[in-house]
C-alpha cells in the first residue's frame, strides 16, 4: 500500500501534463512553452537537485567498499541486459539509444521513501553512497550511446567517425547533469564548505525540478507512438522491473547481503526510470515521445511490480 501510495502522486502529476497540453495545445500551453520547460528543466532545475544530493551524500568509502563494488556490478548487468534488447525488438538506432538508458536509471524520490521507511539512516547512507557513483556512470552511459546514435542519424555523406566521436565526446563533457554530479563529489570527498545560501538556493531549485519533470513527461506523451512501439516499451519495462532486480537479488545471495545493505541494494534495483530521461532524450533530439512512454508503462507497472519485491525482500532476506 505504501508503494502505490508513493508513486501514485506522480502518475497523477503526468497525467495533469497530459491533460494541459491536449486541453490548451492551440493556446498558453503549446509546443513552444512546453519545449521551454524541458530545457528549463534540464539546464537550470535538475542539476541542482544532483549537486546538492551528491554533495551532501555520507560518503563512507572505506566501510562500504564492498556494497559499492557489488552494487555497480548488479546495475552495470542492467546496463548490459538493456542494451540486449536490440538484439530481440527491431527499431533503428536512435530509438534503441533513446530506450536504453532508460533500462538502468531510477527514481531517485521513490527510492529515498522507501528506504528511510524500510532501513533508516543506515540504509539512506548506503543508497546515497550508491547514487552519488552511479549517477555520473550512468549520465555518462546514456549521453555517450544517445549522441553517438544522434550524431550518426544527422551526419552527411562525408561526416567521418572522427566527427562522430567528437560530438560524442562534446555531448558528455558539456552535459549539464554530468557537471553537476562532478562537481558534487569534488565538494563531498574533499569536504569543501559551500555558504548555507548557495545551498539553499540549489536545493530550491532542484525542489521545482520533480513537478516540472512530470509535467514535461505528460506533456510529450504522444499515446499513438506509444502503441507503434509497444513491443519496445513491453520489453524495457520487464527488462527494468523484473530483470534487473533478479539479477540484484543474485548478487545478493552470492555475497551474503542481509539487512541494509542488501535492502538498499534491492530498493535501488526495483525503482522505475527517472523522470530526467525524457528531458535528456528530447534535449538531445532522440526518440522523446517514446521515452515518454516508457517512463509511464514504468510508473504504471511499479505499482504492481514494488510491492512484489518489497515481499520478496521482507520474505525471503527477512
Request: hydrophobic share 55%; with cysteine; glycine share 6%.
Amino acid at each position: 500500500m505504501l508503494s502505490v501510495l508513493l508513486i501514485l502522486p506522480d502518475f497523477l502529476v503526468i497525467l495533469a501534463g497530459f491533460l494541459l497540453r491536449r486541453q490548451f495545445e492551440k493556446t498558453v500551453f503549446n509546443g513552444t512553452f512546453w519545449k521551454g520547460a524541458e530545457k528549463l528543466v534540464f539546464y537550470v532545475l535538475f542539476p541542482p537537485l544532483l549537486f546538492t544530493s551528491v554533495a551532501t551524500s555520507n560518503l563512507t568509502l572505506s566501510e562500504a567498499g564492498e556494497f559499492l563494488a557489488v552494487a555497480i556490478s548488479a546495475m552495470l548487468c542492467a546496463v548490459v541486459l538493456s542494451y540486449l534488447i536490440r538484439f530481440i525488438i527491431k527499431a533503428d538506432d536512435v530509438t534503441h539509444a533513446s530506450a536504453f538508458h532508460c533500462g538502468f536509471r531510477f527514481n531517485t524520490y521513490v527510492g529515498f521513501a522507501l528506504v528511510s521507511r524500510l532501513y533508516g539512516q543506515e540504509g539512506l547512507a548506503l543508497m546515497s553512497l550508491l547514487i552519488a557513483f552511479w549517477v555520473p556512470i550512468s549520465n555518462s552511459i546514456a549521453v555517450a550511446a544517445l549522441a553517438s546514435a544522434v550524431a550518426k542519424r544527422d551526419a552527411t555523406g562525408s561526416a567521418t567517425g572522427g566527427s562522430v566521436l567528437s560530438k560524442t565526446l562534446r555531448a558528455i563533457v558539456t552535459n549539464p547533469l554530468i557537471i553537476a554530479t562532478t562537481l558534487g563529489l569534488i565538494v563531498n570527498i574533499g569536504q569543501i564548505h559551500v555558504p548555507d545560501v548557495a545551498m539553499t538556493f540549489f536545493k530550491s531549485l532542484g525542489n521545482a525540478s520533480l513537478a516540472m519533470g512530470l509535467l514535461c513527461i505528460g506533456a510529450g506523451l504522444k499515446l499513438d507512438d506509444m502503441k507503434s512501439e509497444f513491443p519496445l516499451v513491453a520489453a524495457n519495462t520487464f527488462e527494468r522491473l523484473m530483470a534487473v532486480p533478479f539479477v540484484a537479488m543474485l548478487f545478493c545471495l552470492v555475497f551474503g547481503f542481509s539487512g541494509p545493505t542488501m535492502g538498499a541494494l534491492m530498493i535501488f534495483a526495483i525503482l522505475p526510470t527517472a523522470q530526467s530521461c525524457y528531458v535528456m532524450t528530447a534535449s538531445m533530439r532522440g526518440n522523446a515521445p517514446l521515452v515518454a512512454g516508457i517512463t509511464t508503462a514504468h510508473t504504471l507497472a511499479a505499482i504492481v511490480t514494488i510491492p512484489f519485491w518489497i515481499w520478496v525482500i521482507t520474505t525471503l532476506f527477512a
